[in-house]
């Protein structure tokens, strides 16, 4: 390497000597030849300056310290940096999304949703049944759930209470503090202090006015707002609620609201499951999907990014073969849902979506529900013959059961044993008719 250095600085010096002449010519005749040449030629280049030779010399040194403790990269730093750019790369992403709901397709090439045995993944409203788009459903249950005040106010204040409110810890809180609220006025109907509740209150306000849908529901179990003097300090009023005479009559009324309170689950939309049927046929591996199964929201993929983040601290750590088997499984997150086919005996395919962390307990049901005789037990067998037993609580991506997977029903074999020993045989139509009227081409 010094060699290397040497030979550019000799060159540099050489070039930087001006043009060559023939030890012959005299310094007579080396004038007028310049001066012809001379507008014609370039301007000759600059020498290295004293500073960057300087520079080039401990360059040069310090090169020749760290090169006895050089070496190539291993590979925990190869991966290292792969993670690091993946992570760029995703950020990059993420920082051009337009709202948290966005979608982010992969591919800017369109799809023919027609040509798609499933057009995308769908999502029904459980309480109006329509069926909507992923980017349709919060604010459709939004929607629903404002609309059906006019139907039962204490139903669709609960609701708001537990879908509207994000942290679930502050919602766990405001109903505790609420139910406690109504537990007193149950237990001590006879105090006025207990039908009465201070808004200006700091538990109040720090628990419940914090939440939507907290003032719809007092006004709905039979609360109303009122000004009351302030004990001890003449011309002072406070804002309270206090509980109407209708509803003191009905203190059972309150003791239901309060069960349906602290029982009620946020309002979500539910996969539709687009269960199709089709005949058999040669093209049942085959899946053709939409983008909706591998595109990831912006929170989706800000949480992608801190897995790869915990990855990279992670790579300089030694693993068993238990921790690499969870981190394989913690990649299968990027997928949120996955299509299935189930190939039956006579060969018709029963085709239906999931999202990609369902438990193998949902398929069966699924599969359960299609069947004619559905208490008949039975056996769904992955690729490679991997029985799925559907009393293991494992996920479908856990079984590698993502983006999409065709799978084997089989009947349970000790049963079919009986029913052959009794002399019978099993009904050959195993799908419900309404079902088989409704039969696909699979194309």
Request: hydrophobic residues 35%; neutral net charge; proline residues 6%.
């Amino acid at each position: 390497m010094k060699k290397f250095f040497q030979e550019i600085k000799a060159d540099i010096k050489f070039k930087s000597a001006g043009p060559g002449q023939k030890l012959t010519d005299s310094a007579g005749e080396k004038a007028p030849k310049e001066k012809a040449r001379q507008p014609a030629s370039r301007q000759p280049r600059q020498g290295p300056t004293d500073e960057a030779q300087m520079a080039a010399a401990a360059a040069l040194a310090r090169l020749e310290q760290k090169q006895p403790r050089t070496r190539g990269p291993t590979s925990q730093d190869s991966i290292r940096n792969q993670v690091r750019k993946e992570l760029q790369a995703a950020a990059t992403v993420s920082g051009s999304l337009e709202a948290p709901g966005t979608n982010v397709v992969p591919a800017p090439k369109e799809e023919d949703s027609t040509q798609l045995l499933v057009s995308g993944v769908y999502f029904t409203c459980p309480l109006t049944g329509v069926t909507l788009r992923r980017d349709q459903r919060d604010a459709h249950i939004r929607e629903a759930i404002l609309s059906h005040f006019s139907i039962d106010p204490v139903a669709a204040s609960i609701m708001k209470i537990h879908t509207f409110n994000r942290d679930r810890d502050k919602v766990k809180l405001g109903v505790d503090t609420i139910a406690k609220y109504l537990d007193n006025i149950h237990l001590h109907p006879e105090e006025e202090k207990y039908r009465r509740i201070k808004l200006q209150n700091k538990v109040f306000q720090e628990r419940i006015t914090c939440l939507e849908g907290t003032q719809e529901f007092f006004e709905a179990v039979g609360f109303q707002k009122m000004l009351l003097p302030v004990p001890d300090q003449e011309g002072m009023e406070e804002e309270f609620y206090v509980l109407s005479k209708a509803a003191q009559a009905q203190p059972q009324n309150l003791a239901r609201h309060r069960e349906q309170l602290l029982a009620a689950e946020p309002l979500r939309a539910q996969l539709d499951r687009q269960r199709r049927v089709f005949r058999p046929s040669p093209l049942a591996s085959h899946f053709d999907l939409p983008g909706d199964f591998f595109c990831l929201t912006a929170e989706e993929l800000k949480r992608e990014q801190r897995f790869r983040a915990d990855a990279v601290e992670r790579l300089s750590v030694l693993r068993t073969k238990a921790m690499r088997e969870k981190e394989e499984h913690r990649e299968l997150r990027k997928y949120n849902y996955t299509l299935l086919r189930v190939r039956l005996p006579d060969g018709c395919l029963l085709q239906g979506t999931f999202y990609a962390r369902e438990r193998l307990s949902a398929l069966y049901e699924f599969v359960r529900g299609a069947l004619q005789n559905d208490w008949l037990p039975f056996e769904l067998l992955a690729s490679g013959g991997q029985k799925l037993a559907e009393d293991e609580n494992v996920a479908l991506n856990e079984c590698g059961l993502v983006p999409s997977a065709l799978l084997t029903f089989s009947w349970d074999a000790a049963v079919l044993e009986d029913i052959r020993a009794a002399g019978a045989e099993p009904d050959p139509s195993i799908l419900k008719p309404e079902l088989l009227e409704a039969i696909e081409q699979l194309s």
